[in-house]
């Protein structure tokens, strides 16, 4: 496997996707409370398109009436037949041992150390104090 | 180390075209909204569905009983990107499903209004043959590879009449619809004159799921998941099944056909096998059958494939298929609900090239003379 740069951090937004091709594959990257995943865009079940998918929570309840919501965000809901998976492995929720989403392992690094660029620009010493900007120039 | 690919793909790097030249025997249109039927509803049915909304024998207006997995029980792709409802957008549902499946015909299903059930039977009968225009205006003469069926309402069977007369003489429908859960079972004589059209104008009799006639979903009363409520499909098609076979529908109709749309086919075999056993044993109490059930649901009836069977081992769906009869069976895409049925990937069992050609297309071709 090679590393593929695929997008800034800030093209995809909290609770957003961005599907890139690598390779021939369409893989799907999801940003989630400040966290990325990657998986096969493609249900394992029929092939739905998963970047449709509701992006959900876990939903547990102890007894009638009572519920709680964890994993906000990282329950993939397939958009057709409502398959569940888990985004961090792609692992199928109600059926762990015959299904599984293929995932892909991401990382998010810095601009400047994937790669020194050739070029050196005058630069100019910044500061911030308190909400304000301030480039002495 | 990286690279970004966001070039377009060279022809030897696409996906080879698709092949398949399927039939798709369910595709749901869906009005943007009502005011898409002002053109074809005289004022006084406009004003109307405006003051009065629907008249179902159900609770609430404009929606199910039970919450059906997502919003207009669409797949959450389906949703057109200019707006409105799933199935709302031709060209959407060209560039998402017709041309991408290779859909050589697509036939419609209306379920808007759920038009079948309405109790009010002039306004039931106005709003049919507002939709049967529709159809074609807005879907089969914009894109002739979708087929129109008449839609009419059985428990007015005058007016389902003039309806089909009125339609069939544009000779552009290919089917005649009617509810699955009308006032009696479909068997009862009091429906036999739309038999006798449909035989007549040698149009088959297409038979989808839905809609509530009054009567429980199941026999065993009213469900109270819409995971229950969903098995009732097949309850519903297995007793209507019964009622028209019994009842001598297709010894009175020889040359008529009935296609079940949507009610599966897993139950089918042990239908038949039960009312051929049964036939057996008490014909004198329906001489009027000449023939064994089973004979007749297989000259007469077809039915198509979604949401199709996944038992967990896949040769038992190969039985299943063979025990029906690879003839009878009609692919069904169900288009853009959500539990939608992809011909590429839903028969999780292998199918020989010309099993295939039957299931997902002559076979369709043959029934409606496409």
Same mark, same amino acid.
């Given at each position: 496997?090679?590393?593929?740069?695929?997008?800034?951090?800030?093209?995809?937004?909290?609770?957003?996707?961005?599907?890139?091709?690598?390779?021939?594959?369409?893989?799907?990257?999801?940003h989630?409370?400040? #966290?990325?995943?990657?998986?096969?865009n493609?249900c394992?079940h029929?092939?739905?398109?998963?970047?449709?998918?509701?992006?959900?929570?876990?939903l547990t309840?102890s #007894?009638?009436?009572v519920? #709680?919501?964890s994993?906000?965000?990282?329950?993939?809901?397939?958009?057709w037949?409502?398959w569940e998976?888990d985004?961090?492995?792609?692992?199928?929720?109600?059926?762990?041992?015959?299904?599984?989403?293929?995932?892909y392992?991401?990382?998010?690094?810095?601009?400047e150390?994937?790669?020194k660029?050739?070029?050196?620009?005058?630069?100019?010493?910044?500061?911030? #104090?308190?909400?304000?900007?301030?480039?002495?120039? | &180390?990286?690279?970004?690919i966001?070039r377009?793909?060279?022809?030897?790097?696409?996906?080879?075209?698709?092949?398949?030249r399927?039939?798709?025997?369910?595709? %749901?249109?869906?009005?943007?909204s009502?005011?898409d *039927?002002?053109?074809?509803?005289?004022?006084?049915?406009?004003? %109307?569905?405006?003051?009065y909304?629907?008249?179902l024998r159900?609770?609430y207006?404009?929606?199910t009983?039970?919450?059906?997995s997502?919003?207009?029980?669409?797949r959450?792709?389906?949703w057109p990107?200019?707006g409105g409802?799933?199935?709302?957008? *031709?060209?959407? &549902?060209?560039?998402?499903?017709?041309?991408p *499946?290779d859909?050589?015909? =697509?036939?419609?299903q209306?379920l808007d209004l759920?038009?079948f059930?309405?109790q009010?039977?002039?306004?039931?009968?106005?709003?049919?043959?507002?939709i049967?225009d529709?159809?074609?205006?807005f879907?089969?003469?914009? $894109?002739p590879?979708?087929?129109?069926?008449?839609?009419?309402?059985?428990?007015?069977v005058?007016?389902?009449?003039?309806?089909i007369?009125?339609?069939?003489?544009?000779?552009?429908?290919?089917?005649?619809?009617?509810?699955?859960?009308a006032n009696?079972?479909?068997?009862?004589?009091?429906y036999?004159?739309?038999?006798e059209?449909?035989?007549a104008?040698?149009?088959?009799?297409?038979?989808?799921?839905?809609?509530?006639?009054g009567h429980?979903?199941t026999?065993?009363?009213?469900?109270?998941?819409?995971?229950?409520e %969903?098995?009732s499909?097949?309850?519903?098609?297995?007793?209507? *099944?019964?009622s028209?076979?019994?009842? =001598?529908?297709?010894?009175?109709?020889p040359?008529?056909k009935?296609?079940?749309?949507?009610? =599966?086919?897993?139950?089918?075999p042990?239908a038949?096998?039960r &009312?051929?056993q049964?036939?057996e044993?008490?014909?004198?109490?329906?001489p %009027?059958l000449?023939?064994?059930?089973?004979?007749?649901?297989r $000259?007469?009836?077809?039915?198509t494939?979604?949401?199709i069977d996944?038992?967990?081992e896949?040769r038992?769906?190969?039985s299943?298929?063979?025990?029906?009869?690879?003839?009878?069976?009609?692919?069904?895409s169900?288009y853009?609900h959500w539990?939608?049925?992809d011909p590429?990937?839903?028969?999780?069992t292998?199918?020989?090239?010309a099993?295939r050609?039957?299931?997902?297309?002559t076979?369709?071709?043959?029934?409606?003379?496409?």
């Open positions: 496997m090679a590393r593929h740069i695929v997008a800034t951090t800030s093209e995809i937004p909290p609770g957003g996707n961005k599907v890139v091709e690598v390779d021939g594959r369409d893989i799907v990257v999801f989630v409370n400040g #966290e990325f995943f990657a998986l096969l493609r394992p029929e092939g739905a398109p998963l970047e449709k998918a509701a992006c959900v929570a876990r309840s #007894e009638p009436g519920y #709680e919501r994993r906000v965000g990282e329950m993939l809901r397939c958009p037949h409502g998976f985004m961090r492995n792609g692992q199928s929720w109600f059926d762990p041992k015959r299904f599984k989403i293929r995932s392992p991401v990382a998010v690094e810095r601009g150390d994937l790669q660029g050739p070029y050196v620009a005058e630069t100019f010493p910044v500061h911030v #104090e308190d909400s304000y900007v301030i480039v002495d120039a | &180390m990286s690279e970004i966001d377009p793909l060279r022809d030897d790097e696409k996906p080879a075209a698709s092949k398949l399927i039939v798709d025997c369910d595709v %749901h249109p869906s009005l943007h009502f005011e *039927l002002n053109a074809f509803l005289p004022k006084r049915w406009q004003q %109307h569905l405006r003051e909304g629907s008249h159900t609770p207006l404009f929606t009983p039970y919450p059906r997502s919003p207009l029980i669409a959450r792709d389906a990107p200019t409802p799933p199935g709302s957008d *031709l060209a959407f &549902m060209q560039k998402q499903h017709l041309d *499946l859909v050589e015909f =697509g036939i419609l209306v759920f038009i059930s309405q009010n039977l002039e306004f039931g009968a106005a709003i049919q043959r507002a049967n529709w159809q074609l205006a879907w089969s003469h914009r $894109d590879r979708l087929k129109a069926s008449i839609l009419v309402g059985q428990d007015g005058d007016l389902a009449i003039d309806e007369e009125r339609c069939a003489k544009t000779g552009e429908y290919i089917q005649i619809n009617v509810s699955p859960r009696e079972p479909l068997g009862r004589r009091r036999w004159p739309i038999y059209r449909a035989q104008l040698d149009l088959p009799l297409g038979i989808h799921v839905g809609g509530y006639g429980a979903p026999g065993g009363g009213w469900p109270s998941y819409y995971v229950e %969903h098995q499909n097949a309850h519903t098609i297995a007793a209507q *099944l019964a028209l076979v019994i009842e =001598g529908v297709p010894e009175r109709f040359k008529l009935i296609v079940f749309i949507e009610g =599966g086919f897993g139950w089918i042990s038949v096998w &009312m051929d049964h036939f044993r008490f014909r004198s109490e329906v %009027h000449k023939r064994r059930p089973s004979e007749y649901v $000259d007469h009836f077809w039915f494939t979604q949401p996944e038992p967990d896949a038992h769906l190969r299943l298929i063979e025990w029906v009869g690879i003839d009878r069976l009609l692919f069904s169900d853009p539990d939608f049925d590429r990937f839903a028969f999780k292998p199918l020989t090239e099993e050609k039957k299931i997902f297309s076979n369709a071709r043959a029934v409606y003379k496409f």
